[in-house]
């Protein structure tokens, strides 16, 4: 059964860092297409960052130039480099793998910028 399981959340200040990480366990397959996603209170969940099987990444606006999406494919990890955070990034994060034909979603974390 294919589970992926966040991590590196927390509060921060703005203008700190953070680095998610997305570990994804019970795939017969090493590389697939990832994603990173948010939702805040009371807003929709939106596209932050996704990557696809061969590296090409792409980035929602609000965070070009401050987010890097990466992978470790030997490791089965994907992540998530925050960079300059502001309060407006705060919000639920969640990953996503598409494996075969089935998308897997992560449980999400948690990050909370403070101004």
């Known amino acids: 059964q294919v589970q992926l399981v966040e991590s590196g959340g927390g509060l921060v200040q703005a203008g700190e860092s953070l680095k998610l990480s997305c570990a994804v366990s019970g795939s017969t397959f090493s590389i697939y297409p990832m994603g990173w996603y948010r939702q805040a209170p009371g807003k929709q969940r939106e596209v932050v960052a996704t990557i696809t099987s061969v590296g090409s990444t792409n980035y929602a606006d609000s965070v070009k130039d401050r987010f890097t999406i990466s992978r470790d494919n030997a490791k089965n990890t994907g992540y998530l480099q925050m960079n300059s955070l502001k309060p407006e990034d705060t919000a639920v994060y969640f990953c996503?793998?598409?494996?075969?034909?089935?998308?897997?979603w992560g449980q999400g974390t948690q990050v909370t910028v403070s101004s």
């Open positions: 996503n793998a598409l494996i075969g034909t089935r998308l897997f």
